[in-house]
């Protein structure tokens, strides 16, 4: 059983028990955590408590100079973390080493723009006054994270975090526990003081006794809409700081005047990257009629023509889903489609945790596979008459967090952009897409409380002091 890192030290959890962690690729029990119980909750949380103080004292230069260390450590261990990260999620070796390159470039994001955090002197309107903001954290720090980017969702909170003085509770999600081990570890050999980041391993309950803690103040969490809703009520009792980033069912719109093939190629990476496990996937197209006959064809080619198969192997597209109750969602919103009169055109087949990439056409907004978040590899296509009818369709949901168009007109591409009702808009690109620089976060219930993302993390994780001095006329 692997233990808790606690106040700087690896500790035995209180309890026993342990959550062990299957290997999608494989299927076998590949380690085991323990499930924190509320006595290390709450030990895990008095030493966030305890390193406030030293924390804040540092100058964000040293703090910045610490997520060096921690990225020097990234760049030493990224085979071994990579190959991790594939066999406890599942996902192909090339898009784990996206995510590990992504967190060893984007720490540095972070680091450059902590330093830069300005506060603003502000004109006083009485004379012999002094008047200015500064940005302070909020106090410790929950970082929940789900299993589909291990490393690199949980890494963007926790390094904004670090670097704006917040202290740091991080509890990984239950299905993959072990790349969280590297961040300790990262964190173990850097110079950020004792109890600055603490690693505490379970599932919701043990979140679920971490975001009561009364000494949270600060929860950044990355989930499921449900229990991001969740969270919020807990924490709004005693009014602590939530960064929530849920769920989602985006759209990628195609016009008839849109390049068929780059829309085509665009909308199945969309939907099958990390095996659709994504929150940003194309959960939707919405397709106008004139091209919707040649963009079904082009996606049901592109789409057989992803090779599934062992994440390890080069070459692979898509491998396994992380976790049969994943799989069972899949399987069930396609069935029920189909049964309500969609056409599947392609795949739908199961072979243990693989999901054959499928398409559906003929989707309407009836159907749970049009509003309820899918999260595997499908391509369900909803087919309108025009443009309109596309936006009003797109924008029909409880969700909100990325969107595209395919279009070779620049009004639409603007109107679009304006009227798309997404945390993320993007034009002739999938909506299946960040970069480092911009900020990501959804509309609706997709997310609120902030952005991810450089500075726009950094200013969701502190709050603005105004501070006045009169040091004249008394
Ligand atoms: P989940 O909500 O089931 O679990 C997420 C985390 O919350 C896990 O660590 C889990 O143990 C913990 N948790 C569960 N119940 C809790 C409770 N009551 N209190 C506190 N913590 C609790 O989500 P998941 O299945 O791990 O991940 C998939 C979901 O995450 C999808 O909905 C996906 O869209 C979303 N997601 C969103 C983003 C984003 O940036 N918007 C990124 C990745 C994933």
């Known amino acids: 059983m692997r233990q808790l890192y606690i106040g700087g030290e690896w500790l035995d959890a209180e309890s026993s028990e342990g959550i062990e962690v299957d290997s999608p690729v494989t299927g076998e029990v590949i380690d085991t955590v323990p499930s924190a119980s509320s006595q290390d909750v709450r030990k895990a949380v008095e030493a966030a408590r305890r390193a406030q103080r030293e924390l804040e004292e540092m100058t964000a230069f040293e703090r910045a100079a610490v997520l060096d260390e921690v990225t020097e450590y990234f760049e030493e261990h990224e085979d071994e973390i990579a190959e991790l990260i594939t066999r406890e999620e599942g996902k192909p070796l090339h898009e784990s080493y996206e995510e590990t390159e992504y967190v060893i470039e984007s720490s540095d994001d972070y680091a450059h723009d902590a330093i830069r955090l300005f506060g603003d002197v502000v004109p006083s309107e009485f004379r012999g006054r002094f008047a200015y903001t500064q940005r302070e954290p909020y106090g410790p720090c929950a970082v ?3 299993w589909n980017f291990p490393l690199e969702v949980p890494g963007g909170s ?4 670090i670097a704006t003085a917040n202290p740091v509770v991080f509890k990984p999600a239950e299905e993959t526990p072990l ?3 590297h961040i300790a570890k990262a964190f173990e050999q850097s110079s950020l003081p004792d ?3 603490n690693l505490i391993t379970g599932a919701g309950e043990t979140g679920a006794e971490l975001v009561g803690h009364r000494d949270i103040r600060l929860i950044a969490f990355t989930g499921s809409t449900e229990v991001g809703q969740q969270i919020a009520k807990t924490a709004a009792e005693r009014n602590a700081q939530c960064l929530l980033e849920m769920g989602g069912k985006d759209p990628i719109l195609v016009l008839d005047d849109a390049d068929v093939d780059h829309a085509a190629e665009s909308i199945v990476m969309g939907s099958n990257w990390n095996a659709g496990q994504v ?3 194309t959960e939707r197209v919405i397709t106008t009629e004139g091209i919707h006959d040649d963009l079904v064809d082009a996606v049901v080619e592109k789409t057989e023509a992803l090779t599934l ?3 390890f192997e080069e070459g692979t597209d898509v491998g396994p889903m992380v976790s049969e109750r994943i799989q069972r969602k899949v399987k069930d919103h396609v069935d029920n489609a189909v049964e309500q009169g969609a056409q599947l055109l392609t795949g739908g087949g199961t072979d243990g945790l693989f999901y054959d990439p499928a398409v559906l056409d003929d989707v309407t907004e009836q159907m749970d596979i049009a509003t309820e978040e899918t999260f595997g590899t499908v391509t369900p296509v909803v087919r309108v008459d025009d443009y309109e009818a596309a936006i009003e369709i797109a924008n029909r949901s409880r969700y909100g967090l ?3 168009i395919f279009t070779d007109s620049l009004e639409r591409a603007h109107d679009a952009a304006n009227r798309l009702k997404a945390g993320g808009v993007f034009v002739n690109e999938t909506n299946n897409y960040w970069e480092r620089l911009l900020p990501f976060g959804g509309y609706g219930e ?9 500075k726009w993390h950094l200013e969701a994780m502190t709050q603005t002091k105004a501070v006045m001095m009169n040091y004249k006329n008394y």
């Open 144 to 146: 929940i994270s789900p």
């Open 402 to 404: 990325q969107a595209a």
């Open 309 to 311: 198969g062992d994440p």
């Open 158 to 161: 926790i390094y904004s975090a």
């Open 195 to 197: 109890g600055a980041f």
């Open 446 to 454: 997709s997310g609120s409380g902030g952005r991810y993302g450089s």
């Open 179 to 181: 790349t969280a081990y």
């Open 279 to 281: 929150c940003c996937g």
